[in-house]
């Protein structure tokens, strides 16, 4: 791949994570997560089962639309707050923060950064955002519901019984709060109608910034891009292209399969699964990518494999690593040879469901 497709292809990736992510990050000092979560425990009727549903809800919705990161390093203090407040055990939070960030970053290629890259190939197919959409979808929704079934059986003596506390409101600026509301809403419906992500993502995070520094110029301090990690990502991948234009990855070929019957796609999405959890979800991508660039639905697959897979090694996802970090920062244990194992459940039902659901 010539250095100018590299740049076309990875660049607007780079742009896009440390935009959504100064997007995020002033919404939360908005407090736009925070007022959702503390008037979804209000309506919950004072039942576990309820609060639990409708903050999965909340992190499905911040996954899609704002990526796994985001609801990683977003919703995990959120969550553990609400189960700290509520006298609710924090695990069904915790775990569903993580495994929502990764099996429900499938159906919007702004979910996932490696959904942006293979947007590129989808269109070097001839298929556009919404083609991606529309193949993506059923895998998307399979992957989200088996995740959540799962949990609700892993959990389900902490999701039993009710709570007496509603957890305060805190004091947020109104004007800065209904702002940041309103662009989190505009910018899903923009990303699934196919505009350019890159392109959203500044303008939100434009207009984010400028209306933090009217309300509360303070907290603009406060706001941490990624540009170590947006400049790591852009190095690694362009290593990566380097070496394959060379050739000197061939032989990963043979282990990814070809065609496009069920027992193929399954083969590719479980080589994806392996790799994400053996290097991390975005080089496994980079890696898999030319032997799946074929087909939309090998794409798709190889997504499954690498987005929902990617559940049992801690470095297998940076959601997980930021994951991790909220959960000690909060004072919550997290055992990492149970979360393996239940990790490696969860992988392998959610790929294998997703991936029979592709079209």
């Not at 742009?15 to 100064?22: E, G, P, Y």
């Not at 004091?171 to 809403?185: E, F, Q, S």
């Amino acid at each position: 791949m010539p250095g100018s497709e590299v740049l076309h292809q990875v660049v607007p990736v780079a742009v896009f994570l440390v935009a959504i992510t100064i997007t995020a990050e002033v919404a939360q000092l908005a407090g736009v997560f925070d007022v959702a979560a503390h008037a979804m425990a209000r309506r919950a009727r004072h039942r576990v089962v309820l609060l639990w549903l409708t903050f999965a809800a909340l992190a499905v919705v911040s996954t899609i639309v704002l990526s796994l990161d985001t609801t990683a390093v977003l919703l995990t203090p959120v969550g553990l707050a609400i189960a700290r407040q509520t006298g609710i055990a924090p695990m069904p939070f915790a775990l569903t923060t993580l495994w929502i960030a990764n099996t429900g970053s499938l159906l919007l290629p702004v979910s996932n950064l490696t959904n942006l890259l293979a947007v590129h190939r989808f269109e070097d197919l001839g298929a556009s955002h919404g083609d991606y959409v529309r193949t993506a979808a059923l895998p998307a929704v399979t992957a989200i519901v088996v995740t959540l079934v799962l949990i609700a059986v892993l959990q389900r003596r902490a999701l039993r019984g009710t709570y007496a506390v509603d957890p305060p409101a805190d004091p947020h600026d109104r004007t800065l709060l209904v702002i940041a509301g309103v662009v989190c809403l505009a910018v899903g419906p923009l990303f699934a109608v196919g505009l350019e992500p890159a392109v959203v993502a500044v303008a939100s995070a434009t207009v984010l910034l400028v209306a933090l520094l009217w309300r509360a110029p303070a907290m603009v301090r406060e706001v941490r891009p990624p540009w170590l990690m947006a400049g790591a990502f852009v190095v690694v991948a362009g290593l990566l292209r380097a070496a394959q234009s060379e050739g000197l990855l061939d032989w990963l070929a043979p282990a990814v399969g070809t065609g496009t019957r069920p027992l193929d796609l399954l083969h590719l999405s479980g080589a994806s699964t392996l790799a994400a959890n053996l290097v991390n979800n975005l080089p496994a991508y980079l890696l898999v990518e030319p032997a799946a660039a074929d087909d939309v639905r090998r794409l798709v697959a190889t997504l499954v494999g690498v987005n929902a897979g990617a559940l049992v090694t801690p470095w297998a996802s940076l959601a997980t690593l930021l994951w991790l970090q909220r959960c000690r920062s909060a004072g919550l244990q997290v055992p990492l040879l149970k979360l393996a194992g239940w990790g490696a459940i969860c992988a392998a039902l959610t790929v294998t469901a997703a991936t029979l659901a592709i079209g």
